[in-house]
């Protein structure tokens, strides 16, 4: 079965994206086929992926609205090897275009159920912000992978993303489950970043991933070039805990099958 997981946080820059987009690189690396949706009006996956997203043919607003299929939106990204569906600002307009709409929080499940057995993972790139958008990605997920800045208000932001996660579970996606947090721009040298490393896994125990993606200027970089870390610099600290990552969700995935 396709492991589709929605990446999502409610607060910004705690690196959704470049889990995203290092992410589907990583596991590309072990021959696995990926797709990344890019589900943020911003369009920073779809730049990342080295994609100019001001002369797309076609998009992800183009594929929610019914105007075409995703088969025909999506791109394949050049090094790094997955397929992209790719967003820019348009799909800001797509929560007014959807509004009146039957089942507009099932648009994108509808839209890959055609595509999505072409794929080992698909990975989707969710806005900071409980939107239909977010909705969307949460309803066509059947696990979500959680990045966690360790700083002062992770841990209150966590658990209202919990209940959140709970509320759509409960109202439209009861298979919805935690796939993971992430610790993310993970700097040991800081005594308040291991105290919130340590508090999250105090309050969420198994769910925090053993993987910690550390504060990387390479990883940091990247994404300028429109390049995963994995093509810029395959031997920094961000590619290697990205590559663990991967590692990492795949033996999960494979004990839970």
């Given at each position: 079965?396709?492991?589709?997981?929605?990446?999502?946080n409610q607060?910004?820059g705690?690196?959704?994206t470049?889990?995203c987009?290092?992410?589907a690189?990583s596991?590309v690396?072990t021959?696995r086929k990926?797709?990344?949706?890019?589900?943020?009006p911003?369009?920073?996956?779809?730049?990342?992926?080295?994609?100019d997203?001001?002369?797309l043919?076609?998009?992800?607003?183009?594929?929610?609205?019914g105007?075409?299929?995703?088969?025909?939106?999506?791109?394949?990204t050049?090094?790094?090897?997955y397929?992209l569906?790719?967003?820019?600002?348009?799909?800001?307009?797509?929560?007014?275009?959807?509004?009146d709409?039957?089942?507009r929080?099932r648009?994108?499940s509808q839209a890959l159920?055609?595509?999505?057995a072409?794929?080992?993972?698909i990975?989707i790139?969710?806005?900071?912000?409980l939107?239909?958008?977010?909705?969307?990605?949460?309803?066509?997920?059947?696990?979500?992978l959680v990045p966690?800045?360790?700083?002062?208000?992770?841990?209150?932001?966590l658990?209202?993303?919990?209940?959140?996660l709970?509320?759509?579970?409960?109202?439209?996606?009861?298979?919805?489950?935690?796939a993971?947090?992430?610790?993310?721009?993970y700097?040991?040298?800081?005594?308040l970043?291991k105290?919130?490393?340590?508090?999250l896994?105090e309050?969420f125990?198994?769910?925090v991933?053993?993987?910690?993606?550390?504060?990387?200027i390479?990883?940091?970089?990247?994404?300028?070039?429109?390049?995963?870390?994995?093509?810029?610099?395959?031997?920094s600290?961000?590619s290697?805990?990205?590559?663990?990552?991967?590692?990492?969700?795949?033996r999960?995935?494979?004990?839970?099958?």
């Open positions: 079965m396709t492991q589709i997981f929605a990446v999502t607060k910004g705690v690196g959704k470049t889990t987009i290092n992410l690189a596991l690396a021959k990926v797709l990344l949706v890019d589900m943020d911003q369009g920073h996956a779809t730049l990342g992926s080295g994609v997203k001001k002369s043919q076609h998009s992800l607003y183009d594929v929610l609205l105007e075409v299929e995703a088969s025909a939106a999506r791109l394949t050049d090094p790094a090897g397929d569906l790719p967003a820019n600002v348009d799909l800001a307009g797509a929560e007014i275009a959807l509004i709409q039957p089942q929080e648009r994108l159920a055609s595509i999505e072409q794929y080992d993972f990975l790139d969710c806005p900071p912000s939107n239909l958008l977010t909705l969307n990605a949460l309803t066509a997920a059947r696990g979500v966690v800045q360790c700083e002062f208000y992770a841990l209150e932001g658990a209202s993303l919990m209940e959140t709970e509320r759509v579970a409960q109202s439209v996606n009861p298979g919805l489950q935690i993971g947090i992430l610790r993310t721009m700097d040991p040298r800081n005594s970043t105290d919130v490393s340590a508090q896994i309050h125990e198994q769910r991933l053993g993987t910690v993606i550390p504060r990387n390479r990883l940091a970089e990247a994404p300028s070039y429109g390049l995963p870390v994995l093509s810029y610099d395959p031997k600290k961000g290697l805990a990205y590559l663990a990552l991967a590692g990492e969700l795949l999960k995935s494979a004990k839970a099958s």
